[in-house]
């Protein structure tokens, strides 16, 4: 299991290199920022120790729940223009349905639960912190 809280931008393809070795199924998900609104970039922050602490609690809890193999959890912070990778992640199960359903409940709770916060950032500049959403509630609530 890895969890990566990084700045810089990651290769998805070289981080799944050998990922998931004896598996029968292999799940990968990579988030971008969504150019919306007149969106420019993301500014995202969060809290040392303290995300990637939530982040690999929240991994292993997905690896017991699911039967994983291997799970991978990378996020950004910092700055991430539009059309750049924000987050990824990787399951690996003996079974797709397991591999499938790890990844959306990493990913639901990535986006409803996990310590960061964002900002959107326009043309002329800083316009907001990104609020939760009822949609993202109803899909972390299915599990």
Do not use: C
Not at 53 to 74: N, P, Y
């Amino acid at each position: 299991m890895r969890v990566l809280v990084q700045p810089e931008p990651f290769d998805a393809a070289a981080l799944t290199q050998g990922f998931g070795a004896g598996a029968g199924a292999v799940v990968t998900f990579t988030g971008l920022v969504r150019a919306d609104d007149g969106l420019t970039a993301l500014e995202i922050e969060h809290y040392p120790g303290m995300t990637e602490r939530a982040l690999s609690e929240h991994a292993q809890a997905a690896a017991e729940r699911f039967g994983l193999i291997d799970v991978l959890v990378v996020h950004r912070h910092g700055r991430i223009a539009v059309g750049e990778p924000i987050m990824m992640v990787a399951t690996a199960a003996r079974h797709r349905r397991a591999a499938f359903d790890a990844a959306d409940f990493l990913m639901d709770w990535l986006k409803s639960r996990a310590p960061f916060w964002k900002r959107e950032i326009g043309a002329q500049g800083p316009r907001g912190w990104v609020a939760a959403k009822d949609e993202d509630e109803a899909a972390l609530n299915r599990w």
